[in-house]
Nanobody
Framework: QVQLVESGGGLVQPGGSLRLSCAASGSIFGINSMGWYRQAPGKQREFVAVSISGGTTNYADSVKGRFTISRDNAKNTVYLQMNSLKPEDTAIYYC?????????????WGQGTQVTVSS
């Protein structure tokens, strides 16, 4: 059974940086996309960034120019480099992988990692 294991969250001061990692354990094939979402207290989960197989990346407007998503396909791992962090970036960050399972597409979610931006 495939699981997504996230790491790299923590407490950082405004203006600081963090790097999140998400590794897929187990056998996984036909990955369509790997991405990140976040959920702040009292808010709905929102899209942050995605890396689509083939090289396309997309970002939420709120993180463009500050966050960078990258992938290591050999390791089935996706990263999120977060720079110039702001208090409003505080949230639980979730990894998301969409992959082919049989004739359908299936979505996997990580357990989430807390990012807190505060002085």
């Amino acid at each position: 059974q495939v699981q997504l294991v996230e790491s790299g969250g923590g407490l950082v001061q405004p203006g600081g940086s963090l790097r999140l990692s998400c590794a897929a354990s187990g056998s996984i094939f036909g990955i369509n996309s790997m991405g990140w979402y976040r959920q702040a207290p009292g808010k709905q989960r929102e899209f942050v960034a995605v890396s689509i197989s083939g090289g396309t990346t997309n970002y939420a407007d709120s993180v463009k120019g500050r966050f960078t998503i990258s992938r290591d396909n050999a390791k089935n791992t996706v990263y999120l480099q977060m720079n110039s962090l702001k208090p409003e970036d505080t949230a639980i960050y979730y990894c998301n992988v969409v992959h082919r399972q049989g004739s359908a597409m299936s979505a996997l979610w990580g357990q989430g990692t807390q990012v807190t931006v505060s002085s």
